[in-house]
């Protein structure tokens, strides 16, 4: 079968490599390996990496362009009912939320680094098609029992065909436009940071 001939290559390939080193380049090899996984894992730990995989707010204020975001939503009245997730991702299937996170999380990561967001932050079409198919999710309820407003996308309000939710509920729940200079007074507790005292030392010497 090919893959069994793919895999006999492979293996014998692997074989003659090792074959082809001495004791201490073999040495040298798996240490290099080993540190070089090391640094990655704790890279991850830096980051913080498994908290992107839960649901936890704190989540995404490990980026301090965030912070005005998190206080805003933890002084509202969605922070007794809903995550940051229950908004800004996907709940139509498992596939497409975790596809979606780590679509839209590595592009903050890249803004973040290259330092080319906004200084007010506001989200793209995706995004916003997403946020406001969640607000129709969550108060299905109220919009088609209650005051009956129907549904539409979002991209038939951008049309004019209609409103999205924040056309009126403007301030739900990051009270309006929020810069990283515009909220100084809503303060909450930060989560940690997980860099080492050693690490911000060196970093403060730059």
Request: proline share 6%; with cysteine.
């Amino acid at each position: 079968m090919p893959i069994r001939n793919l895999w006999c290559r492979l293996k014998n390939a692997v074989a003659s490599f090792s074959n082809s080193l001495s004791y201490l380049q073999k040495v040298l090899l798996i240490g290099g390996c080993g540190l070089v996984a090391g640094m990655l894992l704790y890279f991850a730990y830096l980051l913080r990496m498994p908290d992107y995989l839960g649901n936890a707010p704190e989540a995404c204020v490990n980026c301090h362009v965030m912070t005005p975001y998190y206080a805003t939503w933890m002084h509202s009245s969605h922070a007794r009912d809903a995550t940051c997730n229950d908004c800004h991702v996907p709940h139509n299937n498992f596939v497409n939320k975790y596809y979606f996170k780590a679509k839209d999380g590595m592009g903050h990561v890249y803004m973040f680094l290259t330092r080319s967001e906004h200084q007010a932050i506001t989200a793209k079409d995706a995004s916003a098609q997403v946020i406001m198919d969640n607000c129709i999710r969550c108060h299905k309820q109220l919009n088609q029992e209650f005051v009956k407003t129907g549904r539409i996308s979002y991209m038939e309000a951008k049309r004019g065909e209609g409103h999205a939710c924040w056309d009126c509920h403007r301030n739900v729940p990051h009270g309006g436009m929020n810069s990283l200079a515009s909220t100084p007074g809503a303060r909450v507790p930060l989560p940690p940071s997980p860099v080492p005292e050693w690490l911000h030392g060196l970093m403060s010497k730059k």
